[in-house]
């Protein structure tokens, strides 16, 4: 059978995506590339901020951005409004038919409109309902909320990223959203995983801030033996065989972490007599090695230690662009990215990725662009039985 053709994991899966922003959209869209229906539930009369968010105006201001674009390939979109009873009654119908709901909505949204998991598990005992949200569903700061940045800053992440005299820092991409988003993908599928051998629903209750702890694991575990609070440490490392350097032209991120790497690096830079036995002698003669270090690296070029580290196995790069890391054939032979190309509705050129792993068969596809507001709420509310005209009524109600 032709690859295209296999299977995926999550085909035949129904996911209700009644999300926004990012984090728990891309955990829908991990779920989609993989083959789930996903179905996403939008606000006929508020779009989604990342619908009119992004580097291309045009596209914004058609209530298709970039930052929509990025996590919602794949998908069909139906828009309902849940405070309306018919809007209620159609979701509840859908639930019917559904595997999965995800929403990350403030926490007790779901329950004043009474699609609490409580509610709609008496629908339908078998359905996954994941709640993502910024600090979980209870405790003292269940009622608060947050985007990436505000749990960055709340989670002690922004203390530890930057440098002694330049902290707190925010990392530069909004990694707590894809930690989330990706955590929630997998979540679904352990729930899914579950049923299929307990025959029972799950309800998922995830929080961005306990996915910040779970990234600054390190920093955390060693803070409860110690005691002492993690810092900011830049670029530089406790260790001089690891840390960003000058070259000759630019600079070069080193990473030669473990015992074994430590020795062929110094022997290989003809300089035995540097190999360390413990950590602790890396640790206290790590101002003397940065020295010594300096000088090599500023004989060569970025490019030609690179080449020389890698072809001896030692971990080092230098300081790539994004443009450059993207044009590296590496990428196509990985195939993680889809290029939409003249989609309707969206001119032109557009790349995104598609999910961080390959499979041997039945890998991530895209399916279809992302979708227009409410571009297949005909079909779909057909699909569930709703007549032409019962449809055209809750679109004047504004139900639709």
Known sequence: ???????????????????????????????????????????????????????????????????????????????????????????????????????????????????????????????????????????????????????????????????????????????????????????????????????????????????????????????SRSGRHPSAGGNRHEFATVGLYDTADGQIQIAAINMRQQRRFWRLLGHPELVKANNDARRSDAAREREILQRILLTKTAQQWEDWFQAHHIPAARIWTLPETLAHPQLEHRDILHRFVDEPGIPGTITVPKAAFKLAHGGARMDRPPPRMGEHSEALLAELGYSAEEVAAFRDAGAI
């Open 1 to 223: 059978m032709d690859d295209c053709r296999t299977m995926r994991p999550f085909e035949g899966t129904r996911v209700l995506d009644i999300t926004h922003v990012l984090a728990a959209p891309f955990a829908t869209y991990q779920l989609a590339v993989f083959g789930a229906d996903v179905i996403r539930i939008e606000n006929p009369q508020e779009p989604d901020q990342t619908r009119i968010d992004g580097s291309d105006p045009a596209l914004s201001s058609d209530r298709i951005g970039t930052h929509f674009i990025i996590q919602n390939g794949g998908k069909r979109s139906l828009t309902l409004n849940l405070k309306t009873p018919d809007g209620r009654e159609i979701l509840r119908r859908l639930v019917r038919t559904a595997d999965v709901l995800v929403e990350n909505f403030r926490p007790g949204a779901m329950k004043a409109l009474e699609l609490s998991y409580e509610d709609l598990r008496e629908i339908n005992p078998r359905l996954i309902y994941a709640s993502m949200s910024a600090f979980g569903q209870d405790g003292p700061r269940g009622k608060q909320t947050g985007y990436d940045q505000v749990i960055q800053a709340v989670s002690g992440l922004m203390m530890v990223n930057g440098t002694t005299d330049m902290v707190p820092m925010k990392v530069g991409t909004p990694a707590i959203d894809y930690a989330t988003g990706a955590m929630g993908a997998f979540a679904v599928a352990s729930a899914l995983l579950q049923r299929e051998r307990t025959g029972r629903g799950q309800y998922i209750d995830l929080s961005m801030l306990d996915t910040a702890l779970i990234l600054l694991g390190a920093h955390l575990t060693n803070y």
